[in-house]
Nanobody, 128 residues
Framework: QVELEEFGGGVVQTGGSLRLSCTTS????????MGWFRQAPAEEREFVGG????????QYVDSVKGRFKISRDTVTKTTYLQMNDLKPEDTAVYYC?????????????????????WGQGTQVTVSS
């Protein structure tokens, strides 16, 4: 059973920054890609961004491009979500997710269905 755990959520003012971390118990580390999703109250869980583990290629939803950055540490198998210039609409529970299966079309990684492993989530609140 692969476990993911997120760290780093909290309360921040508009314009502030937070860095979320996601650790995994997966050994061996047979992960194709890691994703970050978020879910605001009464909203669907939405894709924020993702990273292909092999080469670090990233993709983001338009609303966070230029403000958020995903990276990974290949030694510790940790995934990071650096969030800058935070806005109240970024307030949500943030989840990391792991996909073990290779895909020919990385756009499919924007779907929750692509991921087998999920963390419990961490709350991010941006105050205005």
């Amino acid at each position: 059973q692969v476990e993911l755990e997120e760290f780093g959520g909290g309360v921040v003012q508009t314009g502030g920054s937070l860095r979320l971390s996601c650790t995994t118990s997966a050994r061996p580390f047979n992960i194709y890609a890691m994703g970050w999703f978020r879910q605001a109250p009464a909203e669907e869980r939405e894709f924020v961004g993702g990273i292909r583990w092999r080469d670090g290629t990233t993709q983001y939803v338009d609303s966070v491009k230029g403000r958020f950055k995903i990276s990974r540490d290949t030694v510790t198998k940790t995934t990071y979500l650096q969030m800058n210039d935070l806005k109240p609409e970024d307030t949500a529970v943030y989840y990391c997710a792991g996909d073990r299966d290779w895909t020919v079309d990385d756009s499919l990684l924007r779907s929750r269905a692509a991921y087998e492993y999920w963390g419990q989530g961490t709350q991010v609140t941006v105050s205005s």
